[in-house]
């Protein structure tokens, strides 16, 4: 992986991701908010049903865009975080935000993304 790109994953908070419609099949781009916590990156959202949760549970692999301090489309896997996991995971997303979002470990899509080899 380039520095560029390291500092990207390291530093930046949004991005956009391409996600394949579960009943369309056709590509899905939206902005959204990626979080490290323990040198590992995720995904959540505020809680109830989302789209791009939906649409990563059907099909996983993904197009992870970088677009802040550098751009960079790159090819990755979602991985469901469930159980006490993700209530850790999400305690840690929450405290890294200081009080800004409000997130129902029940309730509050969460996965695990892993950037594929190829982009490393």
């Known amino acids: 992986m ?19 419609g579960r009943k369309t099949g056709e590509a899905r781009r939206i902005e959204i908010w990626y979080h490290r ?12 049903a989302r ?9 996983p692999d993904f197009t992870f865009h970088l677009k802040e ?7 990755a896997h979602a991985t469901p ?10 305690e840690a997303i929450l405290a ?11 309730a509050s899509p969460l996965v695990e993304v892993t950037i594929a080899p190829a982009a490393a």
């Open 2 to 20: 380039t520095s560029s790109i390291e500092q990207a994953l390291a530093a930046d908070r949004v991005i956009d991701i391409t996600t394949t």
């Open 37 to 48: 916590v323990d040198g590992r990156l995720y995904i959540t959202g505020t809680p109830g």
């Open 51 to 59: 789209g791009w949760y939906a649409n990563l549970l059907e099909h």
């Open 69 to 75: 301090s550098t751009q960079a489309d790159l090819p």
């Open 81 to 90: 975080v469930v159980g006490e996991e993700k209530q850790r995971v999400l």
């Open 96 to 106: 890294s935000l200081a009080g800004t979002l409000t997130l129902d470990a029940e």
